[in-house]
């Protein structure tokens, strides 16, 4: 390797960010290698070596970026540098993004329950044929290595129609860019999609059978699963390390 190129220099700067998550090292990757605005980045193999990271990470990280309009994933075709990240605010952002997480997720729960409850008692069999359609698709993504974000979105669109109540629906419209956002994060998990289409089958079963407090209990399980991501782990494992150091 030769020593001043931004394969070299990158490898020096992996031991000083050594213990940062895998979202920061790929974008100091982007900063360092010098790559612009519509270049493609290299396969989730190769930044996972060069990152000296696990694929799964990468995988997490490039979701992270693709929320925030950094890169854009063109199924069956790479990863492109859509927009220069901040030259020396990322990790500043990561901070904000991981506190400001779980409020988004506590009005998730509160929300997305009560919907879940009210679409049991007043779902339609067109409702049930559109939350059934949506788990198909799902299906079918995961089964083609795919996360099942469009089948999730669309599951709990139908659940919000079959709830009609229109000032809910509001309020979730309102979260709908932080709601894109802790699902990217939550599907990216490894192992993750397989269980998200579970928990959104007991949902759905929960609100075929008109079971109002079913229904709400398998939104809240399905909800406490989606906080249980890698961000949120990373901050209360860096708050216990300095509350013991």
């Given at each position: 390797?030769?020593?001043?190129?931004?394969?070299a220099?990158?490898?020096?700067?992996?031991?000083?960010?050594?213990?940062?998550?895998?979202?920061?090292?790929?974008?100091?990757?982007?900063?360092?290698?010098?790559?612009?605005?519509?270049?493609?980045l290299?396969?989730?193999?190769?930044?996972?070596?060069?990152?000296?990271?696990?694929?799964?990470?990468v995988?997490?990280?490039?979701?992270?970026?693709?929320?925030?309009g950094?890169?854009?994933?063109?199924?069956g075709?790479?990863?492109?540098?859509?927009?220069?990240?901040?030259?020396?605010?990322?990790?500043m952002?990561?901070?904000?993004?991981r506190?400001?997480?779980?409020?988004?997720?506590e009005?998730?729960?509160?929300?997305?329950?009560?919907?879940?409850?009210?679409?049991?008692?007043?779902?339609?069999?067109?409702?049930l044929?559109?939350?059934?359609?949506a788990?198909?698709?799902?299906?079918?993504?995961?089964?083609?290595?795919g996360f099942?974000?469009?089948?999730?979105?669309l599951?709990?669109?139908?659940?919000?129609?079959?709830?009609r109540?229109?000032?809910?629906?509001?309020?979730?419209?309102?979260?709908a860019?932080?709601?894109?956002?802790?699902?990217?994060s939550?599907?990216?998990?490894?192992?993750?999609?397989?269980?998200?289409?579970?928990?959104?089958?007991?949902?759905?079963?929960?609100?075929?059978?008109?079971?109002?407090?079913?229904?709400?209990?398998?939104m809240?399980?399905h909800v406490?699963?989606v906080?249980?991501?890698?961000l949120?782990?990373?901050?209360?494992?860096?708050q216990?390390?300095g509350d013991?150091?």
């Open positions: 390797m030769v020593r001043n190129s931004p394969w220099k990158f490898a020096i700067l992996l031991t000083a960010y050594s213990r940062v998550n895998a979202t920061a090292r790929l974008l100091d990757y982007v900063e360092v290698t010098g790559l612009r605005v519509g270049d493609r290299p396969s989730e193999r190769d930044l996972a070596e060069a990152l000296k990271v696990s694929r799964a990470s995988r997490q990280a490039t979701v992270a970026l693709e929320v925030r950094t890169l854009e994933v063109r199924h075709d790479g990863i492109y540098l859509k927009s220069l990240p901040n030259d020396s605010g990322h990790l952002e990561l901070m904000t993004q506190h400001r997480l779980p409020a988004i997720l009005a998730r729960e509160a929300l997305e329950t009560q919907l879940a409850a009210l679409a049991a008692a007043r779902r339609t069999e067109a409702d044929a559109a939350m059934d359609q788990l198909k698709i799902m299906a079918a993504d995961i089964n083609a290595d099942g974000e469009e089948g999730d979105r599951f709990h669109e139908a659940v919000t129609r079959a709830a109540s229109p000032l809910l629906a509001d309020f979730m419209a309102t979260l860019v932080p709601i894109i956002e802790t699902r990217r939550s599907l990216s998990e490894p192992g993750r999609p397989p269980r998200s289409l579970r928990a959104h089958h007991q949902i759905l079963e929960a609100i075929r059978r008109g079971d109002v407090p079913g229904a709400r209990q398998a809240r399980r406490n699963m906080a249980d991501i890698g949120l782990r990373w901050s209360a494992a860096q216990n390390g013991t150091g």
